[in-house]
C-alpha cells in the first residue's frame, strides 16, 4: 500500500465538498476594518509632560523667588537649573519613550537613566551648593528646624510630581507588564526632578543639608514612590 492509497482512503467518495462562501455580513464586516493606529513614540511623553507642567509654570509665575538669586553666581544658577531640567527631561524620556524600533520602553535604560540623574544631582548638592551670605535664609530664619523646611519642600515636590505619577501611571500601566518598577522610578524620579528645578528658583534656604535632604531627597522619594506604584499596577 502506498501512501496515495493510504490518503485516497481517507477521502469521502465523490471527494471533499468545497468550502461555503463568506456570508453577506462577514464580507461587510471584513470590508469596513480599518488599519489601527499605531502608538507614537513620543506621544505619551508628550502628553505627561505638557500636563504636568502646568503646575510649575503656574508655582513660578505667582509664588515669589528667592530673594538671594541676583546675588548667588550666574554660572551656578544656570548649571544647577540644567541639571535639573535635564534629569527631568531624561528621566521622563526613558520612562515613555521606547527605543527605535521597540514598542515599549526599556526598564533597563529607564532605571540607569534616572539613577545616574539622582546621582548627579545629590553629588552637585554636596560639593557645589551655593550661598549668598546675608540674603540666603536658614531654617531659623524661617522658624523652621531643619526636618520641618524638609518636609515642607518634600511635600512641595510630592505636589510636582502628582500629576507626572497619575497621567504617567495611566498611560503605562498595560504597557510594562515586566519591569514596571525600574519604569516607575524614572517616572517619579523625573516628577521630582520638576520639583526640584522649581524650588530651585523659589526656595529662599541654601544650605547644603536642606539642599540634599529635601531638593534631591524630595527627588528620591517620588522615585520610589513611582517604583511602588507602578509595581502594583503591574500586580494587578
Avoid: N, Y
Wanted: hydrophobic share 55%; net charge positive.
Amino acid at each position: 500500500m502506498t501512501v496515495d492509497d493510504f490518503d485516497g482512503g481517507l477521502r469521502p467518495p465523490g471527494g471533499f465538498a468545497p468550502p461555503p462562501a463568506p456570508s453577506p455580513d462577514l464580507l461587510r464586516t471584513v470590508d469596513g476594518m480599518k488599519p489601527v493606529r499605531t502608538r507614537t513614540r513620543f506621544g505619551a511623553f508628550a502628553l505627561v509632560a505638557l500636563l504636568g507642567l502646568v503646575w510649575p509654570l503656574i508655582a513660578l509665575g505667582h509664588l515669589p523667588l528667592r530673594r538671594d538669586l541676583e546675588a548667588l553666581p550666574a554660572w551656578w544658577v544656570i548649571t544647577a537649573a540644567a541639571l535639573w531640567g535635564m534629569s527631568f527631561v531624561l528621566s521622563l524620556a526613558a520612562a515613555l519613550v521606547p527605543r527605535r524600533g521597540d514598542v515599549l520602553p526599556a526598564p533597563g535604560r529607564a532605571s540607569r537613566v534616572s539613577g545616574t540623574a539622582m546621582a548627579v544631582l545629590l553629588l552637585f548638592a554636596l560639593v557645589a551648593t551655593a550661598q549668598a551670605p546675608g540674603l540666603s535664609a536658614r531654617p531659623e530664619d524661617l522658624h523652621f528646624t531643619l526636618f520641618r523646611s524638609c518636609v515642607h519642600c518634600i511635600r512641595f515636590v510630592f505636589e510636582i510630581s502628582a500629576v507626572f505619577l497619575l497621567v504617567g501611571l495611566l498611560a503605562l500601566r498595560r504597557l510594562v507588564p515586566v519591569g514596571g518598577p525600574r519604569v516607575g522610578l524614572a517616572l517619579g524620579a523625573a516628577g521630582g526632578a520638576m520639583g526640584g528645578l522649581v524650588l530651585h528658583f523659589i526656595c529662599p534656604i541654601a544650605g547644603t543639608a536642606h539642599v540634599v535632604l529635601a531638593h534631591v531627597g524630595g527627588m528620591m522619594l517620588a522615585a520610589a514612590t513611582g517604583a511602588l506604584l507602578l509595581s502594583g499596577i503591574a500586580r494587578r
